[in-house]
């Protein structure tokens, strides 16, 4: 399975940004893919997390309220989108996936996750 993120930038706190995460390699709708991030200082943290069929999604705490997953099973690609962005949501974001057909819900957790995009760059000016 090969990962390409993309879409990151640099933006002012209360704006907008979408993300594309586009899967290849693999049966892209046996798929759970998740978006990490992660700062040079902190370990990598969960943000959003969505199912093979895009039923279920789980979110991180920092960003439930704000943030968005979903996807495009046709299209090979799940989408991160991101509102209300903080400085605090600067980091490298991630996308990962896992491969699991049927399973009904997505995953939250660093170690379910197999296999991980290069990353891309949010920065959120204040």
């Known amino acids: 399975v090969q990962l390409q993120a993309s879409g990151g930038g640099l933006v002012q706190a209360g704006d907008s940004l979408t993300l594309t995460c586009t899967a290849s390699?693999?049966?892209?709708?046996?798929?759970?893919v998740g978006w990490f991030r992660q700062t040079p200082r902190d370990d990598r943290e969960f943000v959003a997390g969505?199912?093979?069929?895009?039923?279920?999604?789980f979110y991180g705490d920092s960003v439930y309220d704000r943030f968005i997953i979903t996807r495009d099973n046709n299209k090979n690609v799940v989408y991160l989108r991101m509102n209300s962005l903080k400085p605090e949501d600067s980091a490298i974001y991630y996308c990962?996936?896992?491969?699991?057909?049927?399973?009904?819900?997505?995953?939250?957790?660093?170690?379910?996750?197999?296999?991980w995009g290069q990353g891309t760059q949010v920065t959120v000016s204040s």
């Open positions: 969505i199912s093979w069929n895009g039923r279920s999604t």
């Open positions: 390699g693999h049966p892209f709708s046996n798929l759970a």
């Open positions: 990962a996936a896992a491969r699991a057909p049927g399973e009904l819900m997505a995953r939250r957790r660093l170690g379910e996750y197999d296999y």
